[in-house]
């Protein structure tokens, strides 16, 4: 008989494993410029700049010492992003995946597998300046969109906590002065894909305006039980006024509903004979599940009736001072978050969440051909209330609401310089201290007694600290070519794992970044080569699997799993051999290798096939374990003997070896000033491992995925109509997993999408 602690802890499992499995999601490595419209190509073939705010100033993209890659709405729109997981189709070395409508950011392995309130992202994702804490609010944002930047490494300095593996910085169309216009896009496509989007910008005086854009989507899901699908609508208003040249405000605000049946997640390997899109609910599917292990057959059938129910809304303010000495920012925002959905793994569950975020920075900037600095101040609060509900008891799993109400409070002040030695060498340092206190409170109820039964409350408290720093140094060999080097470092702050006490508390993570690299645009401006190296060595590393809590429950816990070295090198080309000829070459290779990786499971629960890592134990309870604990424990302080895995050597999960793409565009030249533009893009990742778990069902191996696109544009860019098919070849792959090794090896995974097709139309007026 199993015990209600351990029931309970497999409930948590359970419920949660369906949500870190849950992701339709791909890795594509396309192309990682901005697009021809995007890059406002002017003087025939020439590559016009590109303007980018990354180090918190506006600055040329080809002088900015970091890699970065631009994403303009031209390309966001071509590529069909509506949710942050298509986001990765435009940038080599990052993989995004869509668990239970939570986005999961990785970048060269660096992210965050958990998406439980308790954890913390490994990549910040800001919009318009603003952090967004909570995975479950990153979708929603993609329209109206003026750039996407993708910052690769750590942040530390600039961004703060949390920015390990680099940052994400949406930036939305402003509002803008004098200017009278309308603009409408349509898309109908397969899988009853409609989409319709448009902003409308009205000036207010000479010295006001105001900006409002929707967007509203409906796509049917393409795993067979109607899952996978995107439904959504959202809307955004902005005002800008600016009362005299010095002064600047900003006023935003955006609501987003998200809704449908959300993410779900397909068996690997398949059963036998069926579709790769079969969904765990079928009859077939369900009767695989009994199968699996001595658990297996008192598993819950998994049913269809999934659903997810989001609502966001956020406001935010932007304050620009011109001052004598410098130039004051002050951004406050407020966030709400209400995500409620139901899933399916083994048993019902239904959760909710609610998280109010509060923060705000306020900082002094200053820009001179001899001195360039920035220093500021940011504060953060994030409160979360996280209720689980486990229904249809009677089984392994009773009636039990569990509710963890985590907080994080953060303090930080941060500064950095740029400093020209002479006209051509310019010296850069920064420095960024954080403070963060996180607490958590939680409580069990059996929901089958009348009234419920609270059956425990547990909480605790932790703070950390940390300071990160950037060193560097720019060179101009001429114009336009530079040299850059730059030593950076990242901090993940530690926290809980969703367990009762004793909390099972994990360490801060951290992260030293060594880059070396090149910007150069040659042939008058023809053809532009960025070039970059790299060396991560990354620390205390935060992976989640199926795991054992320090009363050997069964949970989904959050580890220190050792550390790890990562290198490589980056390539982005773009070439424009003839103003109607544009070709793109970009890539990222990545050699990744854990230094040490230890994970424990006791004996009773360790089935044949559940981890490719070799094994050394039992090691009896007080026994010295061969790695410490996050307290610097090596004693086994459990009741049960454990096995020990050593992962060590392995390939950091979630990242290929190389990942690239090309694509070439050609336009020709029609009747009346219009253009037909006619593109295709090949992308290739090699294989990489889904998962921890290093078993055979957790590799990914390489593929390929081809998309096409025709537009016909109107002269003036009036009016455009285009046809599109992603995925063409129809190639099955997928992005994470997770597997629950007491059930015998089982296996779900993110699938990506099928081939998809459409047409899309686009209007414009005013001016």
Same mark, same amino acid.
């Not at 932007?318 to 978050?337: E, H, K």
């Not at 336009?480 to 730059?486: A, H, I, P, R, S």
């Given at each position: 008989?199993?015990?209600?602690?351990?029931?309970?802890?497999?409930?948590?499992?359970?419920?949660?494993?369906?949500?870190?499995?849950?992701?339709?999601?791909?890795?594509?490595?396309?192309?990682?410029?901005?697009?021809?419209?995007?890059?406002?190509?002017?003087?025939?073939?020439?590559?016009?700049?590109?303007?980018?705010?990354?180090?918190?100033?506006?600055?040329?993209?080809?002088?900015?010492?970091?890699?970065?890659?631009?994403?303009?709405?031209?390309?966001?729109?071509?590529?069909?992003?509506?949710?942050?997981?298509?986001?990765?189709?435009?940038?080599?070395?990052?993989?995004?995946?869509?668990?239970?409508?939570?986005?999961?950011?990785?970048?060269?392995?660096?992210?965050?597998?958990?998406?439980?309130?308790?954890?913390?992202?490994?990549?910040? %994702?800001?919009?318009?300046?603003?952090?967004?804490? #909570?995975?479950? =609010?990153?979708?929603?944002?993609?329209?109206?969109?003026?750039?996407?930047?993708?910052?690769?490494?750590?942040?530390?300095?600039?961004?703060?906590?949390? +920015?390990?593996?680099?940052?994400?910085?949406?930036?939305?169309?402003?509002?803008?002065?004098?200017?009278?216009?309308?603009?409408? *896009?349509?898309?109908?496509?397969?899988?009853?894909?409609?989409?319709?989007?448009?902003?409308?910008?009205?000036?207010?005086?000479?010295?006001?305006?105001?900006? =409002?854009? %929707?967007?509203?989507?409906?796509?049917?899901?393409?795993?067979?039980?109607?899952?996978?699908?995107?439904?959504?609508?959202?809307?955004? /208003?902005?005002?800008?006024?600016?009362?005299?040249?010095?002064?600047?405000?900003? !006023?935003?605000?955006?609501?987003?509903?998200?809704?449908?049946?959300?993410?779900?997640?397909?068996?690997?390997?398949?059963?036998?004979?069926?579709?790769?899109?079969?969904?765990?609910?079928?009859?077939?599917?369900?009767?695989?599940?009994?199968?699996?292990?001595?658990?297996?057959?008192?598993?819950?059938?998994?049913?269809?009736?999934?659903? #997810?129910?989001?609502?966001?809304?956020?406001?935010?303010?932007?304050?620009?001072?011109?001052?004598?000495?410098?130039?004051?920012?002050?951004?406050?925002?407020?966030?709400?978050?209400?995500?409620?959905?139901?899933?399916?793994?083994?048993?019902?569950?239904?959760?909710?969440?609610?998280? #109010?975020?509060?923060? !705000?920075?306020?900082?002094?900037?200053?820009?001179?051909?001899? /001195?360039?600095?920035?220093?500021?101040?940011?504060?953060?609060?994030?409160?979360?209330?996280?209720?689980?509900?486990?229904?249809?008891?009677?089984?392994?799993?009773?009636?039990?609401?569990?509710?963890?109400?985590?907080?994080?409070?953060?303090?930080?002040?941060?500064?950095?310089?740029?400093?020209?030695?002479?006209?051509?060498?310019?010296?850069?340092?920064?420095?960024?201290?954080?403070?963060?206190?996180?607490? /958590?409170?939680?409580?069990?109820?059996?929901?089958?007694?009348?009234?419920?039964?609270?059956?425990?409350?547990?909480?605790?408290?932790?703070?950390?600290?940390?300071?990160?720093?950037?060193?560097?140094?720019?060179?101009?060999?001429?114009?336009?070519?530079?040299?850059?080097?730059?030593?950076?470092?990242?901090?993940?702050?530690?926290?809980?794992?969703?367990?009762?006490?004793? /909390?099972?508390?994990?360490?801060?993570?951290?992260?030293?970044?060594?880059?070396?690299?090149?910007?150069?645009? %040659?042939?008058?401006?023809?053809?532009?080569?960025?070039?970059?190296?790299?060396?991560?060595?990354?620390?205390?590393?935060?992976?989640?699997?199926?795991?054992?809590?320090?009363?050997?429950?069964?949970?989904?816990?959050?580890?220190?799993?050792?550390?790890?070295?990562?290198?490589?090198?980056?390539?982005?080309?773009?070439?424009?051999?003839?103003? +109607?000829?544009?070709?793109?070459?970009?890539?990222?290779?990545?050699?990744?290798?854990?230094?040490?990786?230890?994970?424990?499971?006791?004996?009773?629960?360790?089935?044949?096939?559940?981890?490719?890592?070799?094994?050394?134990?039992?090691?009896?309870?007080?026994?010295? !374990?061969?790695?410490?604990?996050?307290?610097?424990?090596?004693?086994?302080?459990?009741? !049960?003997?454990?096995?020990?895995?050593?992962?060590?050597?392995?390939?950091?999960?979630?990242?290929?070896?190389?990942?690239?793409?090309?694509?070439?565009?050609?336009?020709?030249?029609?009747?009346?000033?219009?253009?037909?533009?006619?593109? =295709?893009?090949?992308?290739?990742?090699?294989?990489?491992?889904?998962?921890?778990? %290093?078993?055979?069902?957790? #590799?990914?191996?390489?593929?390929?995925?081809?998309? +096409?696109?025709?537009?016909?544009?109107?002269?003036?860019?009036?009016?455009?109509? =285009?046809?599109?098919?992603? *995925?063409?070849?129809?190639?099955?792959?997928?992005?994470?997993?997770?597997?629950?090794?007491?059930?015998?090896?089982?296996?779900?995974?993110?699938? +990506?999408?099928?081939?998809?097709?459409?047409?899309?139309?686009?209007?414009?007026?005013?001016?």
């Amino acid at each position: 008989m199993i015990s209600y602690s351990r029931a309970r802890t497999l409930a948590i499992f359970l419920a949660s494993a369906s949500i870190y499995a849950s992701g339709a999601s791909a890795q594509i490595a396309p192309v990682a410029n901005v697009s021809a419209a995007d890059q406002n190509v002017s003087g025939g073939a020439e590559i016009s700049d590109i303007i980018v705010t990354a180090q918190r100033r506006e600055q040329n993209l080809q002088k900015a010492s970091l890699t970065i890659q631009v994403l303009g709405g031209g390309d966001l729109e071509k590529a069909g992003v509506t949710d942050v997981a298509a986001l990765q189709k435009l940038a080599p070395g990052v993989s995004i995946s869509n668990g239970g409508g939570n986005g999961q950011i990785y970048i060269r392995g660096v992210g965050d597998y958990s998406v439980s309130p308790l954890s913390s992202p490994g990549v910040a %994702f800001n919009v318009d300046g603003v952090y967004v804490g #909570r995975p479950d =609010g990153l979708n929603g944002n993609f329209y109206d969109l003026a750039r996407i930047e993708v910052l690769k490494g750590p942040q530390g300095t600039l961004y703060g906590r949390n +920015a390990n593996g680099g940052s994400v910085n949406v930036i939305t169309n402003d509002a803008k002065l004098g200017a009278r216009t309308f603009d409408l *896009n349509l898309q109908v496509g397969n899988y009853d894909m409609r989409q319709a989007s448009g902003a409308v910008n009205l000036p207010i005086g000479r010295t006001a305006a105001l900006r =409002g854009a %929707f967007n509203v989507v409906h796509r049917n899901g393409y795993i067979s039980d109607g899952s996978n699908d995107d439904i959504q609508q959202s809307g955004r /208003l902005r005002f800008y006024w600016e009362p005299s040249p010095d002064v600047s405000l900003r !006023l935003n605000g955006d609501y987003s509903h998200l809704g449908g049946k959300g993410n779900n997640a397909v068996y690997l390997p398949r059963r036998p004979g069926s579709s790769p899109y079969e969904a765990q609910s079928s009859a077939a599917a369900n009767a695989y599940l009994d199968s699996f292990g001595p658990l297996g057959p008192l598993l819950k059938d998994i049913a269809p009736d999934t659903y #997810r129910d989001t609502t966001l809304y956020n406001v935010s303010a932007q304050l620009d001072w011109n001052l004598p000495f410098a130039t004051l920012t002050v951004l406050p925002a407020y966030r709400y978050l209400d995500s409620n959905y139901a899933n399916h793994f083994a048993e019902r569950y239904e959760s909710q969440v609610v998280t #109010r975020q509060r923060s !705000l920075e306020a900082r002094f900037g200053n820009s001179s051909s001899a /001195l360039t600095w920035v220093v500021g101040g940011y504060y953060f609060n994030e409160s979360s209330s996280d209720g689980l509900i486990l229904v249809d008891g009677g089984n392994i799993l009773q009636n039990y609401r569990i509710i963890y109400s985590p907080k994080s409070i953060s303090y930080a002040a941060f500064g950095q310089t740029t400093i020209s030695v002479t006209d051509a060498l310019r010296i850069i340092g920064g420095i960024r201290y954080t403070h963060e206190k996180r607490s /958590l409170s939680g409580s069990i109820t059996d929901q089958a007694q009348q009234p419920p039964a609270l059956l425990e409350n547990f909480g605790g408290r932790k703070s950390f600290s940390g300071a990160t720093y950037k060193l560097g140094a720019e060179f101009d060999l001429s114009p336009q070519n530079m040299l850059y080097v730059t030593y950076s470092t990242g901090f993940k702050s530690g926290g809980f794992s969703q367990t009762i006490e004793p /909390l099972n508390v994990y360490k801060p993570e951290k992260l030293g970044a060594f880059e070396i690299g090149s910007r150069n645009r %040659f042939l008058d401006n023809r053809l532009q080569v960025n070039v970059s190296a790299f060396h991560w060595t990354y620390k205390a590393i935060q992976d989640s699997r199926v795991n054992f809590d320090a009363l050997n429950n069964v949970n989904f816990i959050t580890f220190n799993s050792g550390d790890a070295t990562l290198y490589g090198g980056t390539f982005d080309i773009v070439a424009r051999p003839t103003e +109607a000829d544009t070709i793109s070459l970009t890539g990222e290779y990545v050699h990744s290798r854990y230094d040490s990786f230890f994970f424990r499971t006791p004996v009773p629960f360790l089935q044949p096939g559940s981890t490719g890592c070799p094994l050394s134990g039992p090691y009896a309870p007080g026994a010295t !374990l061969p790695y410490a604990d996050p307290s610097g424990s090596t004693t086994n302080n459990g009741p !049960l003997p454990v096995i020990v895995g050593d992962c060590k050597g392995f390939q950091v999960a979630r990242v290929p070896k190389f990942t690239g793409a090309a694509s070439y565009q050609h336009a020709f030249t029609m009747p009346n000033d219009a253009s037909l533009t006619v593109g =295709g893009t090949l992308t290739y990742s090699t294989g990489k491992w889904l998962s921890i778990d %290093f078993i055979k069902a957790a #590799r990914q191996s390489s593929y390929a995925v081809v998309d +096409a696109d025709l537009t016909y544009r109107a002269a003036g860019d009036r009016w455009s109509i =285009g046809v599109f098919a992603r *995925n063409l070849t129809k190639t099955v792959y997928y992005n994470g997993g997770i597997q629950a090794s007491f059930v015998g090896g089982l296996f779900t995974a993110d699938i +990506a999408a099928p081939r998809t097709y459409g047409v899309r139309a686009n209007f414009r007026f005013g001016s």
